[in-house]
């Protein structure tokens, strides 16, 4: 095949390394991520004390004064921070058939994956300083342009999660993300599809590099109507956009009480519920009475001091008021005593909070009340069944910690 050929770029001094059939082809003319002005006369940097300048290598020492080493004029094309929504395979299009695979297929590993990666929607960014909307792919990627808005991990992670939130309020129980969900990439050459280069079990779908075990998800995909995607965010962006509160903590509370983590889901779920009272308290009571309350209460009241007084007059029921003041004194006895919150009492927050959350936008989370009761129910059905076994046998765990108490001795 040939030793592979360098190049240099005339510009930077940047190497470029090539097969003779790719100079031959002189590939470097089509491809947009390549310089044009390339040289067959490699000239080595002699140390780290020289910069580029004027198509060689000089010492820094005699260089113009505040001199900066040209960068390529390659642009850097469409960089984007991707997050897959959804586990492999979640598949979002039109119609169910729009990805069939046969189980011939699957045990070959021949089945046509390229159009996971195909974009099939956009979501609406509404972010005033950007001009680009999320783009979405077939199987769950959604993107964002690193560009000045979004120029740093923490940046990319917290949009990522607005657009989660939007979702989760429309219905769809998508997980918020941290770092570790963060990926890099781009939208590839010539369009239509994106890539990633961070490692992955979505992109080892893509990449059919996936076990045969794995593989066979894709004889059942889940599926999502990309029209039922669009609604449910643009739902949620407009709750999000209308009260002042955090559905990033909303849906944390909703997935680890689906995990049994009682004592985390009861935390997140409280810094809503805080939320949603001072947005209830603030424009829901009546204006004659709130000038009352602000000549006789201190400006700043408790949360318990506000629950009584919704409460009073009737903003919160009786049901919904007896809920939160069991939870505030479990979250209370968690903050000091580190007690692990009632599971049950944890759940019907979840629900009085969606109530509340109703009150406050004159919304009814319809598709949110339906599918997060129908999930929960599922997973608390696993959490509290008794699987003893009707008759058991601990011989042998006894002579286990028998023969380990000896050898302690010895």
């Avoid at 657009?163 to 010539?190: H, M, R, S, W, Y």
């Amino acid at each position: 095949m040939g030793k592979d050929i360098l190049l240099q770029d005339k510009k930077t001094g940047q190497f470029f390394s090539f097969s003779p059939f790719q100079v031959k082809q002189k590939v470097w003319e089509n491809n947009r991520n390549i310089p044009k002005d390339l040289s067959e006369n490699i000239k080595q940097k002699p140390n780290e004390n020289c910069m580029w300048f004027e198509e060689n290598w000089v010492e820094k020492s005699f260089l113009p004064k505040d001199y900066k080493e040209p960068i390529s004029e390659i642009p850097s094309y469409d960089p984007a921070w991707i997050t897959f929504l959804f586990e492999a395979l979640v598949i979002i299009s039109k119609n169910k058939d729009d990805f069939v695979v046969t189980l011939d297929e699957i045990n070959s590993n021949l089945y046509d994956t390229r159009i996971l990666s195909k974009f099939v929607t956009k979501l609406k960014n509404y972010d005033e300083k950007s001009q680009l909307d999320i783009l979405v792919t077939f199987d769950g990627s959604i993107m964002l342009p690193i560009d000045e808005n979004y120029n740093t991990t923490e940046k990319a992670v917290s949009k990522f999660n607005e657009i989660i939130g939007a979702l989760f309020l429309g219905g769809i129980l998508v997980k918020p993300i941290d770092l570790t969900k963060l990926q890099q990439g781009c939208i590839i050459e010539n369009g239509g599809s994106n890539f990633s280069y961070i490692p992955s079990p979505n992109n080892d779908f893509r990449n059919k590099s996936s076990s045969i075990t794995e593989r066979i998800k894709a004889l059942y995909p889940n599926h999502i109507q990309v029209e039922e995607f669009i609604e449910a965010y643009n739902f949620g962006i407009n709750i999000i956009n209308k009260v002042n509160f955090s559905p990033i903590f909303l849906a944390l509370g909703y997935h680890y009480l689906n995990q049994g983590k009682i004592a985390e889901s009861l935390s997140n779920l409280w810094i809503v519920m805080e939320q949603i009272t001072d947005f209830l308290y603030q424009n829901k009571i009546d204006s004659s009475i709130s000038k009352i309350l602000k000549r006789a209460l201190p400006k700043n009241i408790n949360i318990k001091t506000k629950h009584d007084i919704l409460h009073e007059i009737k903003i919160i029921n009786e049901q919904s008021f007896q809920i939160l003041k069991s939870n505030r004194t479990d979250r209370n006895n968690l903050l000091h005593d580190g007690i692990i919150p009632n599971r049950e009492n944890v759940i019907k927050l979840w629900t009085t909070l969606l109530d509340l959350l109703e009150v406050a936008i004159n919304i009814k989370l319809e598709k949110l009340q339906e599918n997060s009761k129908m999930v929960l129910n599922r997973n608390l059905d696993r959490h509290v069944k008794d699987i003893t076994p009707k008759k058991t046998n601990f011989e042998q765990w006894k002579i286990e910690m028998s023969e380990l108490e000896n050898e302690y001795k010895c």
